[in-house]
């Protein structure tokens, strides 16, 4: 098999303290074409203590810019490290293109994980986050000719609504090894995995907990960190919830794996998402999701299978339904096992095929 090369310019890296979905995405589906043989770096940026260059499970990687000046110095970094190096680039949008279809000799397939949207209000100042929000959709349709990879039918919908034509859905699947006994606490207990940021809501989340209380004993795990951790923690005094909650930080996957299992239920009141990756480790790990029915988790939260979904930003509909599924042994049980079959449907190893072919078809 004729060895690709591969380009990937995104905004952050597996590495990167801020990582998400997004960066355990790219990195699954690149890298098993890098065991393979294939050539593969990405582009991103750099962060506080990091190498410029480092070579992470056989994907080389070079830092550049920072938080915003990776986008301007997009073009410098083609012309030394790039050009006629490579025979495709991949470019990951995320909000902010790098606009590499306008200097790049080689061809670009862009992948656009989500929309934006109302995400933009959620981290950057003001005015670049009203700069970003009405300018998303014209940056965006510059691609619309270009073979365009997606990872969920929202978003897909949504690119068909700015002209895009060729879009490839190519789904996530969850890296994550449940124990091989799961095993459910003896209380009933809720978990919210993923960033603590704005956009994911987590203050929704003790809200829901705080009506949970009322008529169930039951505790909460917040699994992860980001900028409103300390915020989150003052407002579980205020709801006085806090000797119910627990804050574990950012863990590695095996501590992930093993609080998922134990938890009986994930709520998820994110604005939007790309697709929701931590909704499938949990159903990996047996446990059902609430969320809201939002971008993303539309696709990734089946009624009924693997999880409910409650009206956008309605936390006592979110409660409720988790005060409902607490006190139903049975409907709990079951759905458990049904997520963890509803999980088997996706695997990393079908999803880099279908990269790598798209990508094959693209050089030519």
């Given at each position: 098999m004729?060895?690709?090369?591969?380009?990937?310019?995104?905004?952050?890296?597996?590495?990167?303290?801020?990582?998400?979905?997004?960066?355990?995405?790219?990195?699954?589906?690149?890298?098993p074409?890098?065991?393979?043989?294939?050539?593969?770096?990405?582009?991103?940026?750099?962060?506080?203590?990091?190498?410029?260059?480092?070579?992470?499970?056989?994907?080389?990687?070079?830092?550049?810019?920072?938080?915003?000046?990776?986008?301007?110095?997009?073009?410098?970094?083609?012309?030394?490290?790039v050009e006629?190096?490579?025979?495709?680039?991949?470019?990951?949008?995320?909000?902010?293109?790098?606009?590499?279809?306008?200097?790049?000799?080689?061809?670009?397939v862009?992948?656009?994980y989500?929309?934006?949207?109302?995400?933009?209000?959620?981290?950057?100042?003001?005015?670049?986050?009203?700069?970003?929000?009405?300018?998303?959709d014209?940056?965006?349709?510059?691609?619309?000719?270009?073979?365009?990879?997606?990872?969920?039918?929202?978003?897909?919908?949504?690119?068909?609504?700015?002209?895009?034509?060729?879009?490839?859905?190519?789904?996530?699947?969850?890296?994550?090894?449940?124990?091989?006994?799961?095993?459910?606490?003896?209380?009933?207990?809720?978990?919210?995995?993923?960033?603590?940021?704005k956009?994911?809501?987590?203050?929704?989340?003790?809200?829901?907990?705080?009506?949970?209380?009322?008529?169930?004993?039951?505790?909460?795990w917040?699994?992860?960190?980001?900028?409103?951790?300390?915020?989150?923690?003052?407002?579980?005094?205020?709801?006085?919830?806090?000797?119910?909650?627990?804050?574990?930080?950012?863990?590695?996957?095996?501590?992930?794996?093993?609080?998922?299992?134990?938890?009986?239920?994930?709520?998820?009141?994110?604005?939007?998402?790309?697709?929701?990756?931590?909704?499938?480790?949990a159903?990996?790990?047996?446990?059902?999701?609430?969320?809201?029915?939002?971008?993303?988790?539309?696709?990734?939260?089946?009624?009924?299978?693997?999880?409910?979904?409650?009206?956008?930003?309605?936390?006592?509909?979110?409660?409720?339904?988790?005060?409902?599924?607490?006190?139903?042994?049975?409907?709990?049980?079951?759905?458990?096992?049904?997520?963890?079959?509803?999980?088997?449907?996706?695997?990393?190893?079908?999803s880099?095929?279908?990269?790598?072919?798209?990508?094959?078809?693209?050089?030519?």
């Amino acid at each position: 098999m004729e060895k690709m090369r591969i380009a990937f310019f995104n905004w952050r890296d597996i590495n990167h303290p801020a990582a998400g979905g997004a960066e355990v995405y790219n990195h699954e589906l690149l890298k098993p074409l890098a065991e393979q043989g294939h050539k593969i770096t990405i582009f991103t940026s750099s962060f506080p203590g990091c190498k410029e260059k480092e070579v992470i499970d056989r994907i080389e990687h070079i830092r550049y810019g920072g938080k915003f000046g990776i986008y301007p110095k997009a073009y410098f970094c083609y012309k030394k490290y790039v050009e006629g190096k490579y025979d495709v680039i991949v470019e990951g949008i995320n909000g902010m293109p790098f606009f590499t279809k306008f200097f790049a000799r080689e061809s670009v397939v862009p992948l656009v994980y989500q929309l934006t949207r109302k995400n933009w209000y959620s981290g950057l100042p003001l005015p670049l986050a009203f700069a970003g929000f009405h300018s998303e959709d014209f940056l965006l349709r510059v691609y619309r000719k270009q073979p365009t990879i997606t990872i969920s039918e929202s978003t897909r919908m949504d690119l068909e609504k700015l002209g895009f034509g060729d879009l490839n859905v190519i789904y996530a699947s969850a890296d994550i090894t449940p124990p091989k006994e799961i095993r459910k606490e003896k209380k009933k207990t809720l978990v919210y995995l993923g960033r603590i940021t704005k956009s994911k809501r987590v203050d929704h989340v003790l809200q829901a907990f705080r009506i949970i209380r009322e008529s169930t004993d039951a505790q909460l795990w917040i699994v992860g960190s980001g900028p409103e951790e300390k915020h989150m923690q003052q407002l579980a005094k205020e709801l006085k919830i806090s000797g119910q909650t627990k804050f574990f930080g950012k863990v590695n996957q095996e501590k992930k794996a093993e609080l998922l299992s134990k938890a009986h239920i994930k709520l998820f009141p994110a604005v939007r998402e790309g697709w929701g990756i931590v909704a499938l480790e949990a159903n990996v790990c047996g446990t059902p999701v609430i969320g809201y029915n939002v971008h993303g988790l539309r696709d990734s939260v089946k009624e009924g299978v693997n999880g409910f979904l409650v009206d956008d930003g309605n936390v006592q509909e979110m409660a409720k339904c988790a005060v409902e599924l607490l006190g139903d042994e049975k409907a709990l049980r079951d759905i458990s096992l049904d997520s963890i079959e509803y999980s088997k449907k996706f695997n990393w190893e079908k999803s880099s095929k279908e990269f790598a072919s798209l990508l094959k078809r693209v050089i030519g």
